[in-house]
Nanobody, 126 residues
Framework: QVQLVESGGGLVQAGGSLRLSCAAS????????MDWFRQAPGKEREFVAA????????LYADSVKGRFTISRDNDKNTVYLQMNSLKPEDTAVYYC???????????????????WGKGTLVTVSS
């Protein structure tokens, strides 16, 4: 069992920045590729970013490329999502997730995800 707890969400104005954190506990953190997803009000959940076990490889949704950066600190069992140049369209609940295989859980229904966090809300105002 892996537990994932997101933090760092909040209210930010358009153009601002925010860093989300996801603390993992349970099975060995380095066994898992990690992902960020988001779900906006009235929308389906969508893939945001992924990072490999070593942190050497990353993937991003087109909507966030150049603005968001995923990273991980395996010594702290934590994955991060640095969000810059935020837009109102980025408003969503952001979910941390763990997967066995990097890059295989980027399309709905995200069957490659083994564990989900409960989410943290990010609100971007105009």
């Amino acid at each position: 069992q892996v537990q994932l707890v997101e933090s760092g969400g909040g209210l930010v104005q358009a153009g601002g920045s925010l860093r989300l954190s996801c603390a993992a506990s349970g099975r060995t953190f380095t066994n898992w590729a990690m992902d960020w997803f988001r779900q906006a009000p009235g929308k389906e959940r969508e893939f945001v970013a992924a990072i490999s076990r070593s942190g050497d490889n990353t993937l991003y949704a087109d909507s966030v490329k150049g603005r968001f950066t995923i990273s991980r600190d395996n010594d702290k069992n934590t994955v991060y999502l640095q969000m810059n140049s935020l837009k109102p369209e980025d408003t969503a609940v952001y979910y941390c997730a763990a997967a066995r295989t990097f890059g295989r859980a980027i399309t709905a229904p995200y069957a490659g995800i083994d564990y989900w966090g409960k989410g943290t809300l990010v609100t971007v105002s105009s």
